[in-house]
């Protein structure tokens, strides 16, 4: 693990092989292991860069409100402290959403995209009220109850009844989050803009991946951004839940690594 500093804070971050630069931003609650299975093999061809967003992991917690803009100008930061441009940027979830943000502030830096298990409209009342609820109840209770009750759906039945080790590693990640870093995430992602109109804009070769099973941002929600985003491919990653990269690695590498493939 490497560590830099970017404005006010320490970020952690890993940045192995030697190959053109792939930057993959974790989701919420998580940090940065959970891109494990893609660094481990893209390593040999590639330098994936992964690093802690603001709050989780091995990087430095900043309570209050964290909106998606200042993670995406983190990322500005690991790329001007890396001295690199010209990326293939991914993200899950949150990171997807973090993903669009950076294509919206530096379209120049970003070469392709990847974008997993993520949506692009803006929360409704509803929904913000549901995150800002959420957050109280983190910073009052800590991680302990709401990693362990959402677990079953940011990763599928099936996975935690024949994966129990990743099953492990997910709940894991959600435990060692710090509540005040999850929670100004859920506040500034409460905010966050509508980043549907950005679609029609983004014309980097883009790869869409969605879990069959994923309860938080279903089929439906890739394949809105499909149809949106000119030329993008989808893949669909059957049994997996919210996690597919971690849940079945295997068919998530096999579709990316085509898709990177094409680049080349």
Known sequence: M?????????????????????????????????????????????????????????????????????????????????????????????????????????????????????????EDEAGREQRYAMAERLTREGMDAYARDVLPRMIAPRTIAEQPATAAHVLAMMLDTAPAGAAAALRGRAERPDYVPLLGNITVPTLIVVGSDDEFTPVSDAEFLHKNIAGSELAIIPNAGHMPNLEYPDDFNRAFDTFLHRLA
């Open 2 to 122: 490497a560590r830099f500093q970017a404005r006010e804070i320490g970020i952690g971050y890993d940045d192995v092989g030697t190959g053109p630069p792939i930057v993959l931003v974790h989701g919420h609650p998580f940090n940065r292991t959970m891109w494990q299975p893609q660094v481990r093999i893209f390593q040999s061809r590639y330098r994936p860069i992964a690093p802690d967003l603001r709050g989780y992991g091995e990087s430095d917690v900043v309570p209050g409100k964290t909106p998606l803009e200042t993670f995406a100008r983190d990322i500005a930061d690991l790329l001007d402290h890396l001295q690199l441009d010209n990326i293939v940027l991914g993200g899950l979830s949150m990171g997807g959403q973090i993903a669009m943000e950076f294509v919206r502030l530096f379209p120049q830096q970003v070469r392709a995209l990847l974008l997993a298990d993520t949506f692009a409209q803006a």
